[in-house]
């Protein structure tokens, strides 16, 4: 059974600052796995960045991965790296990491996921979901999820991201998501933590979902 955690927490801010602050509220709220994910930076900065990042998340014992940018996650010894697009091989990315550390990618198709499993990559963000990405990338319906995961079969955790409100949870993991990666619903209240940690879990979907209204 992988250990992977359930809830990933993607940066967001305006400045490398406000993302470091975002992830230190992350990290106090209880989740477990955070992204660094800053575009359009210098190397330097991206590195002063995630070296400030490696060490909040040090603080509370939380897992850190970086967007993309996989020679930064080896030098400051972050738990992995997340890959945004296949224009790099995961198995190129893999030669230029610590043998511990873990690659997760995101897909957006079935050939996207069998490509992925091919390389034995440790995770998939399958998506969008929901709602067209902002690059424009197709969004994938509750239903098409159900039939990608019956296609795909695999125990290599695939978890969704994209357009997710609360009450959404329930019904993408009854069919057989392994987690969500989500970054507005957080930064605008990280007071929902541990009802998405809840409705993450094990329990029935009826419960959830009485649950969640409670949380509303």
């Not at 809830?7 to 490398?16: A, D, E, K, V």
């Not at 550390?101 to 034995?120: H, M, W, Y």
Request: proline letters at 3%.
């Amino acid at each position: 059974m992988s250990t992977l955690p359930k809830l990933h927490y993607i940066s967001q801010g305006n400045s490398p600052e406000a993302h470091l602050s975002n992830i230190k509220e992350a990290c106090i709220a209880g989740v477990e796995l955070v992204e660094l994910r800053l575009g359009n930076l210098d190397e330097l900065t991206l590195l002063h960045t995630a070296e400030q990042a490696r060490a909040i998340t040090g603080m509370y014992q939380t897992r850190l991965v970086i967007g993309d940018a996989y020679s930064v996650a080896k030098t400051v010894k972050a738990d992995g790296v997340l890959l945004s697009s296949l224009e790099v091989s995961p198995l190129i990315v893999r030669e230029n990491l610590h043998g511990w550390q873990s690659i997760g990618v995101v897909a957006n198709t079935l050939e996207d996921c069998k490509f992925l499993l091919d390389t034995n990559v440790d995770y998939i963000r399958l998506g969008p979901y929901g709602i067209e990405h902002q690059d424009g990338t197709s969004a994938i319906r509750l239903k098409d999820y159900e039939t990608l995961l019956q296609a795909i079969d695999t125990e290599t955790p695939i978890l969704t991201f994209g357009n997710i409100q609360l009450e959404d949870v329930p019904f993408l993991m009854d069919i057989g998501l392994y987690g969500i990666a989500v970054s507005d619903m957080l930064t605008k209240d990280f007071k929902k933590v541990p009802m998405l940690q809840k409705l993450l879990g094990g329990a029935s979907t009826q419960e959830q979902a009485w649950n969640a209204n409670d949380w509303v």
